[in-house]
């Protein structure tokens, strides 16, 4: 039986698991979860939660599992995890392929102010001369902004966070995408938004904000995408489930 492990937590790694199902019912899913969303949304097959131990553990799990195709379709912003995967697949000969979802094409009206980390975005703020943002970035990258005393932040996040927020002045939002590009006008409206902060994730399911953003006429400082590891790599479902098709049929 062919076995496939795909790393996920993304809305990609979802259709990518509803698509094999549809088209190799055969074929034996698991899907491994780091365990950073309490609900996370899955697809069908089998479920792991938690980490493996590093490159050594994923590659032994690999080998003892007998997994076939590896398909690394984390967040872009998990530069670890992809790292790992891709250290690992090699050392177990396993074929391996990086989903990577679009990025958001810059158009016509866009006012993007691209930085390198949340500490860059801190200081984009302060030279834009920001006083009410509007914040999509992890809880783990807020502390970067504490110095911003004079800023009210409007904060949106799936789960609330284990930490009080470091801001003095801001709003919480609990939401999960996709969100509408008219629900994000009016958020930064009623929240009078001068900035928007957000990672380079791209993908459909947040894309309203940037298009809101635009016709607002609200800058958008975008946190850069960290490098991707080498290998097979492809934006989309299908393309990933073409590969494995020919790829394991090689084998």
Not at 32 to 41: C, D, E, N, Q
Not at 160 to 184: H, K, M, N, Q
């Amino acid at each position: 039986m062919t076995r496939l492990l795909i790393l996920g937590g993304t809305t990609e790694a979802v259709a990518l698991a509803q698509a094999l199902h549809d088209q190799h019912p055969q074929w034996d899913l698991v899907t491994s979860l780091a365990g950073v969303t309490r609900a996370p949304v899955t697809g069908p097959g089998r479920q792991r939660q938690g980490g493996f131990g590093g490159v050594a553990g994923l590659a032994d799990y690999l080998r003892d599992e007998g997994i076939d195709g590896l398909i690394d379709a984390t967040h872009p912003f998990a530069a670890t995890m992809a790292g790992h995967a891709e250290q690992a697949a090699r050392q177990a000969d396993v074929a391996r392929i990086k989903l990577v979802r679009p990025m958001w094409p810059c158009q016509s009206g866009d006012h993007w102010v691209a930085v390198d980390s949340p500490a860059g975005a801190s200081q984009a703020l302060q030279e834009l001369g920001a006083r009410s943002v509007f914040m999509t970035l992890g809880r783990r990258d807020l502390d970067a902004f504490t110095g911003l005393t004079d800023t009210r932040f409007t904060v949106r996040m799936i789960e609330p966070p284990d930490e009080t927020l470091p801001f003095s002045r801001a709003d919480l939002i609990l939401a999960r995408g996709p969100f509408t590009v008219e629900d994000e006008e009016t958020l930064i409206r009623d929240h009078g938004i001068d900035a928007l902060v957000t990672k380079a994730s791209g993908g459909a399911a947040t894309h309203a904000k940037v298009i809101a953003a635009r016709n607002l006429s609200v800058p958008v400082v975008m946190v850069a995408r960290p490098e991707m590891p080498g290998g097979p790599a492809a934006e989309s479902v299908e393309e990933v489930v073409a590969w494995l098709e020919s790829v394991l049929h090689e084998r």
